[in-house]
């Protein structure tokens, strides 16, 4: 079973304990144990062990620690957890005017249903759900097993102020699966917009929450398999982020590039 679960996945190990924080309640306690048969994983007892003697203790490369408000992972000095991030920052600045490249690569509008085909941290889908709104639709594919499950719970449970993005939040679908199985799955124009994020071989942050996700996410590149299918799922357009001048634009059919002039990133757009 574990191996199935992180097969598509760039994760360096397959030996992980779950635990809690210090001094959990009982209910922490069942909820721990529920996910560790969820992995098929052992469940360590904390004892108020730090972190660093649990793992040595367990012979585990990594942690999964369920406390009262998130589950954390683990793994040496490296910490992942949940946080919507830049997306509240993007989000904030949509309301007051300013342009989003996503959105504005994506034609993205209130209504519509969007597939993000490499989830990740869910920022991207946290913006797209917003821009979508109530009545629109977003499903983020994640096949790491250990990120998907992250943020499926966060999504679900993280606390903001802003009530549109709390509900935004929890709009999203997340699907711990291969997103080039999933696509194969779906009828044609299933979605109004596939969105692809492949992630970047040289990362332009170095935060210890993307460090941690990257050692976990699958690094594997997108192929001209993936890309049409995504056509086809799309009744819309296929919009793919890459760095600003990447040949895999090139290499997978995106001919309509877009992006300013000094940004970073850029968005490929395959209309349907």
């Not at 977003?138 to 009530?163: F, M, N």
Request: hydrophobic share 45%.
């Amino acid at each position: 079973m574990l191996a199935e679960l992180f097969k598509q996945s760039a994760e360096s190990f397959l030996n992980f304990v779950v635990t809690t924080s210090n001094s959990p309640s009982p209910g922490q306690t069942e909820r721990a144990k529920n996910i560790a048969v969820y992995f098929e994983v052992p469940f360590a007892e904390r004892r108020d062990l730090s972190f660093k003697d649990l793992a040595r203790i367990s012979c585990a490369e990594g942690l999964l620690v369920l406390s009262l408000n998130r589950l954390t992972f683990i793994m040496g000095e490296h910490e992942f957890f949940f946080h919507p991030g830049l997306a509240r920052l993007r989000i904030k600045g949509v309301r007051n005017g300013a342009a989003d490249q996503m959105i504005g690569a994506m034609s993205l509008r209130a209504g519509d249903s969007v597939l993000d085909c490499t989830m990740g941290l869910g920022t991207d889908a946290i913006v797209a759900s917003y821009a979508a709104g109530a009545a629109g639709r977003v499903t983020g594919l994640e096949s790491s097993a250990i990120i998907a499950e992250l943020v499926k719970r966060g999504l679900s449970a993280y606390q903001d102020d802003d009530q549109d993005i709390k509900l935004a939040m929890r709009r999203i679908n997340v699907i711990n699966k291969n997103n080039k199985e999933y696509l194969a799955s779906l009828e044609a124009g299933s979605y109004d917009i596939v969105y692809l994020d492949p992630m970047f071989r040289f990362p332009r942050l170095m935060s210890s929450a993307i460090n941690t996700a990257r050692m976990l996410a699958n690094h594997d590149p997108v192929d001209c398999e993936t890309v049409e299918l995504a056509i086809n799922v799309a009744a819309r357009r296929v919009v793919m982020k890459e760095r600003r001048g990447s040949a895999e634009f090139d290499r997978l059919g995106f001919k309509h590039i877009i992006g300013g002039r000094h940004a970073p990133v850029a968005y490929g757009v395959i209309e349907r």
